[in-house]
Structures are given as C-alpha cells and as structure tokens.
T-cell receptor, first 110, second 118 residues
Framework: LAKTTQPISMDSYEGQEVNITCSHNNIATNDYITWYQQFPSQGPRFIIQGYKTKVTNEVASLFIPADRKSSTLSLPRVSLSDTAVYYCLVGDTGGFKTIFGAGTRLFVKA | NAGVMQNPRHLVRRRGQEARLRCSPMKGHSHVYWYRQLPEEGLKFMVYLQKENIIDESGMPKERFSAEFPKEGPSILRIQQVVRGDSAAYFC????????????????FGPGTRLTVL
C-alpha cells in the first residue's frame, strides 16, 4: 500500500485559496489519488479523485505532477464551513481497503 | 433518497458486554464496508460484505468481532466482551457497485456510531 504524508494542520482565513499537498513517493502505476473531507461527528465525504495532471470539479481542484509522487488539493475561496479534516488516499486494487491516514486539519478563521 | 444510516449514534457499554452496531445502506446499494476510527486517527478498514456474504474481513480483529449483512435488514457489526480499547467511532459505508481497481469514490459513508466502553 502506498503511504501518504500530509501536514498535520493548516490555518487559513475566509476567502483565501488553500492548497494542501500530499506526498506519496511509492505510488503504484495503477493507483488513483483521492481526497475526502470529514467534519466532526460525521463520516468522510468524497471530494475529488484523479490519476494525473489536473482535475477540477465544483468543489476543488487536484493537481498531480508528471511523476505522481505528490498531489495538491486546492480549495478556492474557503469559508468557515470548510473547517474539517482532509484525507489524501492512494488507492490500491479494490480501493475500499485504502488506509486513511491522520489527515490534515484545516482551520478557517473569520 | 436517504443516505447511509447508522444506529445507534452513541453507544455506551461496560467491559464484558456486547455491542451491536447497525448500518442501513443507501437504497439500491448491496455492498457494505465497516471502518473503525480511533480518536485523532484516520479510518481503518475492517470488513467488506455483500448481501449474505463476507467478501473481505482482513481488517477485522481475529476474536470478539463479527459482521453480517443478511438478505433482509441492516448490516450488523457485533463486538463481544468489549474492552476499553474498543472505544472508537465505527463508520459504515455503502456502494452500488463492487469496488474497482483504484476506485474509491463510489462509497458513501454514514454518520458513524461512537462506542464508549466504561
């Protein structure tokens, strides 16, 4: 299983863009990169998934360099409600067994 | 369309008692996954079930833990003779399709059951 490393916590202010980088040096050829968001007392919620280059949806963008050894989740113009834990996962075959690490705790301040 | 439902949301048990956690998947979903989350840690996979079948239980402790997903009714995670170390949040997820290689975005998580063992 590919191990991921992310910052433990980050602070930001409302309206700013937040970039959370995840390192996954031993990512396998067939692994996808997925990001989840988890609010206190709730289950994780899927944000975005990608394999290479850039993926964008209505919530976030995911940047993946050519070597795929890292990825960056970009949240545009965060609000207080974006305060949560963000998990970077690198999927093995049958992604349900992918290990959720400790994640990055994002604090958005007014 | 109701999401994944779990009950109870909070469960308190004394050491040695049994804990039963229930999960009702989203309508139309026949694949259920259970995860455990210790305080300040990420989720860890426990077991994957389809209706009436355990597909992968590689994350389940060898003793005291069992899971089922009967033809009718919710999936049940059962912990016998609970110990303090079992205190955690237990999350259930469901999916419509079976897990595919590298695909993790088809899982929908429930709100979790927080088990406290006194």
């Amino acid at each position: 299983l590919a191990k991921t490393t992310q910052p433990i916590s980050m602070d930001s202010y409302e309206g700013q863009e937040v970039n959370i980088t995840c390192s996954h040096n031993n990512i396998a050829t067939n692994d996808y990169i997925t990001w989840y968001q988890q609010f206190p007392s709730q289950g994780p919620r899927f944000i975005i998934q990608g394999y290479k280059t850039k993926v964008t949806n209505e919530v976030a963008s995911l940047f993946i360099p050519a070597d795929r050894k890292s990825s960056t989740l970009s949240l545009p113009r965060v609000s207080l409600s974006d305060t949560a834990v963000y998990y970077c996962l690198v999927g093995d075959t049958g992604g349900f067994k992918t290990i959720f690490g400790a994640g990055t705790r994002l604090f958005v301040k007014a | 369309n109701a999401g994944v439902m779990q009950n109870p949301r909070h469960l308190v048990r004394r050491r040695g008692q049994e804990a039963r956690l229930r999960c009702s998947p989203m309508k139309g979903h026949s694949h259920v996954y259970w995860y455990r989350q210790l305080p300040e840690e990420g989720l860890k996979f426990m077991v994957y079930l389809q209706k009436e079948n355990i597909i992968d239980e590689s994350g389940m402790p060898k003793e005291r833990f069992s899971a089922e997903f009967p033809k009718e009714g919710p999936s049940i995670l059962r912990i016998q003779q609970v110990v303090r170390g079992d205190s955690a949040a237990y999350f259930c997820a469901s999916s419509e399709l079976p897990p595919a290689e590298g695909d993790t975005d088809t899982q929908y998580f429930g709100p979790g059951t927080r088990l406290t063992v006194l």
